[in-house]
């Protein structure tokens, strides 16, 4: 599982066509927003399961994440 730390209004951009945002912060509870194609299916881990009758899909092993560029600015 890749960890990135993101602050309120700022995104994780993935496979170029979905982009997550932090939309706000409250105590333990964080909101996202979520920009993806009509054809890609996003649910809460408890809907997908329900809607599939399964565990959600396994996590693939960690990855370690190095800086990109605009990281080291920061």
């Known amino acids: 599982m890749l960890v990135l730390s ?3 209004n700022e ?6 066509d979905i982009v997550i945002t932090v ?3 409250r105590g ?3 909101r996202l927003g979520i920009e993806a194609p009509k054809d890609v ?9 329900a809607i599939h009758g399964v565990k ?3 996590q693939p ?4 994440a190095t800086k990109t560029e ?3 600015r920061d």
Do not use: F
């Open 23 to 25: 939309v706000e912060i």
């Open 70 to 72: 605009a990281e080291h």
């Open 6 to 8: 993101r602050k309120k």
């Open 56 to 58: 959600a899909p396994a």
């Open 41 to 49: 299916p996003v649910h809460r881990q408890e809907v997908y399961e």
């Open 11 to 16: 995104s994780i951009v993935i496979n170029n």
């Open 28 to 30: 333990d509870k964080v």
């Open 61 to 64: 092993a960690p990855v370690a």
